[in-house]
């Protein structure tokens, strides 16, 4: 009989509000290089439209949305950048983590309901993963700064695949990590890059429809509307019955 033995988290967007957080550092990072008054919301909008992708594709878009490319080349120098888009990247990236670096604000960002569910998995011995297109090393400052790392069996990065969201990868190499069929997983995601991974790699899910990526999860289409979390404190809910309708289809 095919149950779900494992639960696997994408981190941003699913345990931690860090999207949001990004797409103001790519804001900033036009207004800086710009040379605006203001942030340019314009970088923000551009990320949202490709939430979950790595880090280099979501640069180059917003590079390509915005028109950047000119003014990105004549800063290669001054950032040792081997092209255009790497010098947005480091922007961004450092803006970024002027913001994270205090582990509060990580916290104070946390989706505390889904990190219950993640607690909640532990002490009912399902195995737990983490799977995203983060760098490892962002991606423990944040988990270090949760106190969620002994909560994870296994914790997958950007550095672990070749192939980012959508492409399945990352969800396969954690499911034979964990030791599980795909079919016995259950996947906790926000975007549509990261719904269609998990989909295509044969894996259930339930979709965190966040104030970030709602629109574009709702009308994506990709799963059932009653398994797309609107509200945050209903998601161990949705999880419930995804889990028991899961293992009533299998008996």
């Known amino acids: ?30 207004q800086r290089i710009r040379g605006l008054s203001e942030p340019d919301f314009s970088a923000s909008e551009a990320y949202r439209e490709v939430v979950g992708a790595p880090r280099e594709t979501t640069s180059r878009y917003v590079m390509n949305k915005l028109g950047l490319e000119n003014e990105l080349r004549q800063l290669m120098a001054e950032y040792d950048a081997v092209e255009p888009v790497d010098v947005l990247t480091a922007v961004r990236y450092e803006i970024y983590y002027e913001m994270v670096g205090d582990p509060q604000v990580i916290r104070d960002n946390q989706w505390s309901y889904t990190v219950e569910v993640l607690k909640a998995a532990k002490e009912n011995s399902c195995k737990t993963g983490l799977a995203t297109l983060s760098k490892r090393k962002d991606t423990m400052h944040v ?38 069929p795909p079919k016995d997983c259950l996947v906790l995601e926000d975007s549509v890059n990261g719904v269609k991974s998990a989909l295509a ?8 429809a966040n104030p970030f990526t709602k629109k574009s999860i709702l009308s994506s289409q990709l799963v059932e509307e009653k398994w797309i979390v609107k509200d945050p404190e209903k998601v161990a809910e949705v999880v419930r019955q995804r889990i028991r309708e899961h293992n009533e289809q299998d008996n």
């Not at 860090?18 to 550092?25: D, G, P, Q, Y």
């Not at 070749?162 to 492409?167: A, I, L, Q, S, V």
């Not at 790699?201 to 965190?208: H, K, S, T, W």
Request: net charge negative; charged share 20%; proline share 3%.
């Open 1 to 30: 009989m095919a149950t779900i033995k494992g639960i696997m988290f994408d981190l941003d967007g699913v345990l931690v509000q860090t999207e949001k957080l990004k797409a103001l550092a790519y804001a900033k990072a036009v």
């Open 143 to 180: 988990v270090n700064a949760l106190g969620i790392a002994d909560l994870l069996d296994v914790i997958l990065t950007a550095e672990d695949v070749t192939k980012g969201k959508p492409d399945p990868q990352i969800y396969l190499v954690a499911a034979e990590k964990l030791g599980l």
């Open 201 to 208: 790699a044969g894996m259930n899910v339930v979709a965190i």
